[in-house]
């Protein structure tokens, strides 16, 4: 029976959470001249670490990570909003869309080490 390696889910799912924050990001811009439109985040990617559940370790010491991030889409509070109810700023969502390409690459670097080390306990190595 195949199982999921923890490292590989988790790393999909920052993957899929950058996702959803950079459409979030791409909408913010669309609607940078909308009157009355604020700006929207996601809610920080969160790991929980839970020891309590019935898993499957191979050693006492290893822990369990579940990633329990619900997407929760937030209003972005710190924004200051313009005379015309608008509070999107570009340079904001700029600097946004760096760190979710940041958070990105770093779930695809993760992903990929992750199969350099499956390769070489296969023996196939890189």
Known sequence: MRETIDVIRIAGALAQHAGHRQSIAARNVAHADTPGYRASDLTP?????QSDLHLRRTRPSH??????SSFAETLDLDASVSPNGNSVSLEREMLRSVEIRQQHDLALSVYRSTLGVLRT???RGR
Do not use: E, K
């Not at 990617?45 to 670490?49: A, E, G, N, S, Y």
């Open 63 to 68: 822990q369990h990570f579940d990633q329990t």
């Open 45 to 49: 990617f969160t790991i929980d670490v």
């Open 121 to 123: 306990s296969l023996g």
